[in-house]
């Protein structure tokens, strides 16, 4: 058995709002990753840790920490901060999952570092974490129609003419945090980085 190239453990963060009402809302995007990523790697959120729910797996020797922070969007930043310090993790092992109006629907984006883009829950992380150099994936939810206020578009369900789009993506993303972890950010980048057809 080959040594993996990532060390470990990788925390994966998938941001956003706890409760039944934002559950399918397009800013929950990053907590959808993390229950498709979860079903597929065949565990439960069976833990609150740093007000988070956790759950730990293990991919091909790599050890995940799953975390969904249930302090809402705009504070998870404390949650992330108490993980990463708690596990000792250096910022290149914490990947944040998250929403993206300036994406089209369903596309990905891996990057190692930068802004938050105006992103609440990325900036709270930047903010608690004091760097903005960790790596983040974007899922693509598209823009708000004519006029509409960007803040009452992301707090809107997906509508049922996208979730074809929505779940292709939700997959392509659960396969792109794999790929993050087993063969390392520059390989998942090359592989998911381009617009799906």
Do not use: W
């Not at 939700?170 to 057809?197: K, W, Y």
């Amino acid at each position: 058995m080959t040594e993996s190239p990532r060390p470990t453990p990788l925390l994966i963060i998938g941001l956003g709002n706890p409760g039944r009402g934002y559950r399918r809302n397009r800013h929950n995007v990053g907590f959808q990753i993390l229950d498709a990523l979860a079903e597929d790697l065949a565990v439960r959120f069976t833990r609150v840790q740093a007000n988070a729910l956790v759950t730990d797996a293990r991919l091909e020797g790599v050890r995940l920490i799953l975390a969904k922070p249930q302090t809402y969007m705009n504070n998870a930043g404390q949650s992330v901060s108490s993980l990463a310090r708690f596990f000792k993790l250096p910022p290149e092992q914490i990947l944040a999952v998250h929403d993206d109006l300036d994406l089209p629907l369903g596309a990905l984006r891996l990057r190692p570092g930068g802004g938050s883009g105006g992103h609440r829950g990325l900036g709270s992380i930047v903010e608690h974490l004091g760097l903005a150099e960790f790596p983040r994936l974007r899922f693509g939810i598209g823009r708000p129609p004519g006029a509409m206020d960007p803040a009452d578009f992301v707090l809107q369900d997906f509508g049922p003419q996208e979730e074809d789009i929505v779940s292709a993506g939700l997959q392509r993303a659960v396969a792109c945090i794999r790929t993050f972890a087993l063969d390392g950010i520059q390989a998942a980048m090359t592989q998911f980085n381009a617009t799906p057809e």
